[in-house]
């Protein structure tokens, strides 16, 4: 990890509840994400990947650590200050899309910049369409869409505030193969041409793959990582090494 990092880790917990009935979800976490980097982050259920992204993100705030984003240590802001970082700094794509069935695909493009309480760019939200080959798609809504269309729109809208880092939790989840690949590749040309910096939470070895590095937890705690594009089939075997240790 280096102070250029753009996504930070220190030595960071999560602990839930308490006495008996605590459970260490994150155990002692030091990491960082390098810019125009794509890291996925994999592991066995329950090993506190999915906790790792909600902290590192801002969503949730850990028991103990740091985490710094951009230059700024998410320890030192305020409830109302981290919800202004997240919307103008961090981009987020999830499984199930998120979409607003009601608006348009342009229109849930702009809604980050709307809830920031700035007025849309209407040449800019197209710009973030077209980025994701959706430029004639605009006008329609969800329901018009089809699953990779939809998850499409949903990066157009976590690029259109241009974030320092994209976090993506499962975002090929609900996919088909052929979509899943599409997608991926989006994310990754995005980071190859444009220098995005992409942190991917996933349980597929091929989705990992598209990654230049990948970091496997277990028992809260970082036990390995492979880096330099690791071919799925090696990806494979590293996890089911974990697995196996976990059983």
Not at 51 to 71: E, F, M, N, Q, Y
Request: hydrophobic residues 45%; proline residues 4%.
């Amino acid at each position: 990890m280096t102070s250029t990092d753009t996504v930070q880790l220190w030595s960071v917990s999560r602990v839930y509840g308490s006495g008996d009935q605590a459970v260490a979800a994150l155990d002692g976490v030091t990491t960082g994400f390098a810019p125009g980097t794509f890291t996925a982050v994999m592991g066995p259920s329950g090993s506190g990947k999915s906790t790792l992204l909600h902290c590192a993100a801002g969503l949730d705030r850990p028991s103990d650590g740091k985490v710094v984003i951009d230059g700024t240590d998410l320890g030192t802001l305020t409830e109302d200050e981290l919800t202004l970082l997240r919307r103008a700094r961090v981009g987020f794509v999830f499984q199930s899309f998120n979409l607003v069935s009601a608006l348009t695909a342009e229109q849930n493009v702009a809604l980050p910049l709307r809830l920031a309480g700035r007025r849309p760019d209407a040449t800019k939200v197209r710009a973030a369409l077209a980025e994701v080959g959706l430029a004639e798609r605009a006008g329609h809504r969800p329901s018009e869409l089809s699953g990779g269309q939809q998850q499409r729109v949903a990066i157009a809208r976590a690029l259109v505030t241009k974030p320092a880092v994209i976090f993506a939790d499962e975002p090929t989840g609900a996919l088909d193969t052929t979509t899943s690949r599409a997608v991926l590749k989006l994310l990754r040309g995005l980071v190859d041409h444009q220098g995005q910096t992409v942190i991917m939470v996933t349980h597929d070895p091929v989705a990992a793959a598209y990654a230049h590095r990948v970091l496997f937890l277990a028992d809260g705690r970082v036990v390995d990582e492979l880096t330099g594009g690791p071919g799925p089939e090696t990806i494979a075997a590293r996890m089911a090494s974990l697995e196996v240790t976990a059983c």
